[in-house]
């Protein structure tokens, strides 16, 4: 088993930043594809940005693409988004997620095995 904690939501005004962790404990070794996503109230879940495994590919929702930065410290098994230009709409609960396997880079929530119990992120307007 994998088991992602979430860290550094919280309130921040329009245009400010955040950085969030994932640190990964357990049988790390078995995880690929690291992912952060995010759920808005009354929505369903949506791919924000994905790292491959070396950490050497990066894919961005259109939505956060030139404002987020999704990178992974293998070293220290923790993985992090930093959040620059905050808007409102990028209010939402994020949950860091890991997949197993090595054939793709998931975009949707379902093809992902393990996930952290998220965390909140608001940003005023």
């Known amino acids: 088993q994998v088991q992602l904690v979430e860290s550094g939501g919280g309130l921040v005004q329009a245009g400010g930043s955040l950085r969030l962790s994932c640190a990964a404990s357990g049988r790390t070794f078995s995880i690929n594809t690291m992912g952060w996503l995010r759920q808005a109230p009354g929505q369903e879940r949506e791919f924000v940005a994905a790292v491959t495994s070396s950490g050497g590919s990066t894919y961005y929702a259109d939505s956060v693409k030139g404002r987020f930065t999704i990178s992974r410290d293998n070293a220290k098994n923790t993985v992090y988004l930093q959040m620059n230009s905050l808007k409102p709409e990028d209010t939402a609960v994020y949950y860091c997620?890991?997949?197993?396997?090595?054939?793709?880079?998931?975009?949707?929530?379902?093809?992902?095995?393990?996930w952290g119990q998220g965390t909140q992120v608001t940003v005023s307007s």
């Open positions: 997620a890991a997949e197993k396997s090595p054939y793709r880079v998931s975009r949707r929530a379902s093809e992902y095995d393990y």
